[in-house]
């Protein structure tokens, strides 16, 4: 079955319909004769001679919805009002917004939180600045953070373009961790820049989330605001990416009865996700991991302009294989894909050892069609939500920074992203695990918790941990 890009889109339809017994039957028949799916309708008012009604429809895409509203318009005694996109009402005004912890309900209340006697709360800060993270938002506040150079899978569209995404991330950190956090979209390329402003903007905010900054500047931008912070900086589309991933391959090991450190895996699209991905699996044991990129294999023999693909060579591929795709993934355990669509093919899937795992990640078009790889895959994973196994940063980062946070860590680290990669994975049981069900739901409660909880614990151990035990849980503490 071919995918479509645009699965999903529903339209809602305002009609003006003659109030006749006859009209609403005629009505599902156009839709239905045009393709259209009727998935909901509401009565939004009735006359003597006409009944307005929002009928929600599905269709393929934008295209498809103007051929069903020519087909109605023709009709006699339908009337087009007018046409929404039930995804674009959900961003009417923004998705976020900003409200009060406590009212402010007489004029002792507004002393208290605004002059004069915020004064004193304003000097403790000053003479003890890290009170800032009892008396202010920075407490539980991540900044989201980016300058729109690599959203999704648009590419370079700028600030102003990028804002829905990072509002939908702020969302998913307050409903998924009770993490707040807020949308900051820079009108600039400049890394110096991103990391001064980042800087600047740091004392308000507890964590910074960087996302969709292309590569390879995010490296850069991420180190130089890890060493010159002391709150955790964590770029998303690396290593949300590498912890779930890592969660679902301890998983689909189980599933096929191999040890981590025994797997051959191949990885192809080695930007920021693929470095990072690997980077992972090899803290986790892996040790034969092979890296594809457009040019073939990366491999010691050459020299790379891009110096993280130096660092990539000296680091993976034992044997310094060279070639293709084809000459890396024979006898490949696992395929991890974080490149495009029709990388990998079903040639490849014969070539590789026995229950093969794959984790196709391109959006939204997969490596290969899951249909076409399932009787040649004992295990698939991809980044959609219409096929089991979703590889979804959603399971990391709420539960990351929401641990980050309680215990006041300086920084993610290693020890802290490994944690949360096991703990993804343990939510799902012995009894649940199958092929078709490695990593959980998205949707799934225990997760955030469990994570927050497993990242703390590694904090404390690995000693980034700067808030005492006994007062997590604490709101009283200062």
């Not at 690997?278 to 010691?300: E, F, H, P």
Request: negative net charge; hydrophobic residues 45%.
């Amino acid at each position: 079955m071919a995918l479509q890009h645009n699965v999903g889109l529903s339209l809602i339809f305002r009609l003006e319909i003659e109030n006749s017994s006859t009209t609403f039957g005629k009505l599902a028949s156009i839709i239905g004769e045009a393709g259209g799916d009727i998935i909901a309708v509401d009565v939004i008012s009735v006359s003597k001679e006409t009944v307005i009604r929002d009928v929600n429809i599905n269709v393929f895409d934008r295209e498809h919805g103007q051929k069903i509203v020519a087909a109605l318009d023709a009709a006699p005694g339908i009337k087009v009002i007018n046409v929404s996109d039930r995804t674009f009402l959900m961003h009417i005004g923004g998705k976020v917004e900003v409200t009060p912890k406590v009212r402010v309900k007489n004029r002792d209340d507004l002393s208290r939180v605004y002059t004069p006697h915020v004064a004193r709360v304003c000097q403790a800060i000053h003479e003890d600045p890290s009170k800032a993270f009892q008396l202010t938002i920075k407490r539980n506040t991540v900044a989201v953070v980016s300058d729109g150079t690599a959203v999704l899978g648009l590419g370079d569209i700028g600030p102003y373009a990028a804002m829905p995404v990072m509002e939908g991330k702020a969302m998913l950190f307050k409903q998924f961790a009770g993490v707040d956090a807020f949308p900051i979209c820079l009108n600039t390329k400049d890394t110096d820049e991103i990391v001064n402003i980042v800087k600047a903007i740091a004392p308000a905010f507890g964590g910074i989330n960087l996302e969709d900054i292309s590569s390879p500047r995010c490296f850069e931008i991420e180190e130089r605001l890890k060493e010159e912070l002391d709150i955790p900086v964590f770029h998303d589309d690396q290593h949300g990416t590498a912890v779930v991933l890592l969660a679902g391959l301890i998983n689909a090991a189980k599933v096929v009865g191999k040890r981590l450190e025994d797997l051959k895996v191949v990885v192809v699209g080695i930007g920021a996700a693929g470095v990072a991905c690997t980077k992972m699996i090899l803290a986790a044991g892996v040790n034969n991991i092979i890296g594809v990129d457009r040019i073939g294999i990366l491999n010691r023999n050459e020299d790379y302009e891009n110096n993280m693909w130096d660092w990539y060579a000296a680091n993976t591929n034992p044997e310094n294989l060279t070639g293709t795709l084809d000459d890396a993934i024979k006898s490949a355990d696992v395929f991890v894909g974080l490149s495009g669509p029709g990388v990998l093919k079903v040639e490849h899937l014969k070539s590789m050892a026995k229950d093969p795992i794959v984790f196709a990640m391109a959006n939204p078009n997969p490596e290969i069609d899951p249909e076409l790889a399932e009787p040649y895959v004992r295990v698939m994973a991809t980044g959609r939500s219409d096929y089991p196994n979703q590889i979804n940063n959603v399971l990391c980062f709420p539960g990351i920074f929401k641990g980050a946070l309680q215990c006041r860590a300086r920084t993610i680290n290693e020890e802290m992203k490994l944690a949360a990669a096991r703990a993804i994975a343990s939510v799902v049981t012995d009894d649940e695990l199958s092929e078709h069900y490695i990593i959980p739901s998205v949707f799934n409660k225990k997760v955030a918790e469990v994570v927050s909880e497993a990242v703390m614990e590694a904090a404390y151990t690995s000693g980034v941990a700067r808030r005492e035990r006994r007062d997590i849980g604490s709101n009283n503490n200062f």
